[in-house]
């Protein structure tokens, strides 16, 4: 239960964190946590108990089995807001904990034939990160709105998604996943210090290609470059790996045996 002066409610002040579950193994558990971590110490919120997570998610999936891929999302608030002093937290109560486990939707259209996608204008220039790390942008929060807009605002423009950009004209990433581009034989990617969440999928992918002796690049990309790559995927835990076939109205190339092998390569993922 989610009392109503929970600030994980109110305020959206809190973390949490969405893992695929395949065959009844929790996919990448460990960078999971390791970044559920990180956002906390970014929120100035208790090192969550580690232990403690990792047990509730295998006891959740041993007591959920499905012959389904599933997800699952753990989460926790700052705590109870007082009543008498609304900007504090209740010392009377701790954080707030909430685990659930479903089925997940199939995803298996989108990563055959692919999505649309547009660009869009995040207001911010790729400095804004170092400048203000207040501003949590690195951190994996329950403030999701701004997210559920973007993804709205790409609707509204015909669109399946929208890739954030800087206003210095870098790549920043989707409502929801990490941009991963093929340019000139290198995977690319932007580097997580520009501001966006690091991508637990994205880490997972590029461990599987460079065991594989393939080019891997963490840094800045720009609009025209993504615009002129050889091929652009947005990667998440649930959804994968999904080529992008059309990129502000203009064709981009979709290569399906390298979809299923990235893909190949994230079902295959362990702890």
Same mark, same amino acid.
């Given at each position: 239960?989610?009392?109503?002066?929970?600030?994980?409610?109110?305020?959206?002040?809190?973390?949490?964190?969405?893992?695929?579950?395949?065959?009844?193994?929790?996919?990448?558990?460990?960078?999971?946590?390791?970044?559920?971590?990180?956002?906390?110490?970014?929120?100035?919120?208790?090192?969550?108990?580690?232990?403690?997570?990792?047990?509730?998610?295998?006891?959740?999936?041993?007591?959920?089995?499905?012959?389904?891929?599933?997800?699952?999302?753990?989460?926790?608030?700052?705590?109870?807001?007082?009543?008498?002093?609304?900007?504090?937290?209740?010392?009377?109560?701790?954080?707030?904990?909430?685990?659930?486990?479903?089925?997940?939707?199939?995803?298996?259209?989108?990563? !055959?034939? +692919?999505?649309?996608?547009?660009?869009?204008?995040?207001?911010? *220039?790729?400095?804004? #990160? &170092?400048?203000?790390? =207040? %501003?949590?942008?690195?951190?994996?929060?329950?403030?999701?709105?701004?997210?559920?807009?973007?993804?709205?605002?790409?609707?509204?423009?015909?669109?399946?998604?929208?890739?954030?950009?800087?206003?210095?004209?870098?790549?920043?990433?989707?409502?929801?996943?990490?941009?991963?581009?093929?340019?000139?034989?290198?995977?690319?990617?932007?580097?997580?210090?520009?501001?966006?969440?690091?991508?637990?999928?994205?880490?997972?992918?590029?461990?599987?290609?460079? !065991?594989? +002796?393939?080019?891997?690049?963490?840094?800045?990309?720009?609009? *025209?470059?993504?615009? #002129? &790559?050889?091929?652009? =995927? %947005?990667?998440?835990?649930?959804?994968?790996?999904?080529?992008?076939?059309?990129?502000?109205?203009?064709?981009?190339?979709?290569?399906?045996?390298?979809?299923?092998?990235?893909?190949?390569?994230?079902?295959?993922?362990?702890?």
């Amino acid at each position: 239960m989610v009392l109503s002066t929970d600030r994980g409610f109110q305020r959206g002040d809190g973390i949490f964190e969405t893992l695929s579950v395949v065959g009844g193994k929790p996919q990448a558990l460990d960078l999971h946590l390791n970044r559920f971590e990180t956002s906390a110490a970014a929120l100035a919120m208790p090192k969550p108990d580690r232990e403690s997570w990792h047990s509730m998610v295998l006891r959740a999936i041993d007591e959920n089995p499905s012959d389904q891929a599933q997800y699952l999302k753990f989460m926790v608030s700052r705590g109870q807001e007082s009543v008498d002093r609304p900007a504090t937290v209740d010392a009377n109560f701790g954080p707030t904990a909430i685990l659930y486990i479903a089925d997940a939707a199939s995803y298996e259209t989108a990563r !055959a034939s +692919g999505i649309s996608a547009v660009f869009l204008d995040s207001g911010r *220039d790729s400095g804004a #990160a &170092a400048r203000a790390p =207040w %501003l949590l942008l690195g951190a994996k929060t329950l403030s999701y709105a701004v997210n559920m807009a973007i993804a709205r605002a790409a609707g509204a423009r015909g669109a399946d998604e929208a890739i954030l950009t800087t206003t210095d004209g870098y790549v920043l990433e989707a409502s929801s996943s990490t941009v991963v581009a093929l340019i000139d034989g290198v995977y690319c990617t932007p580097d997580a210090s520009i501001g966006i969440l690091p991508g637990t999928s994205q880490v997972s992918l590029f461990e599987g290609l460079d !065991a594989r +002796g393939e080019k891997t690049r963490r840094g800045l990309i720009t609009q *025209d470059e993504l615009r #002129a &790559a050889d091929g652009v =995927w %947005l990667v998440s835990s649930v959804r994968m790996a999904v080529p992008v076939h059309t990129l502000d109205g203009s064709a981009l190339p979709v290569n399906p045996e390298l979809t299923v092998m990235l893909n190949d390569m994230l079902l295959a993922r362990e702890n």
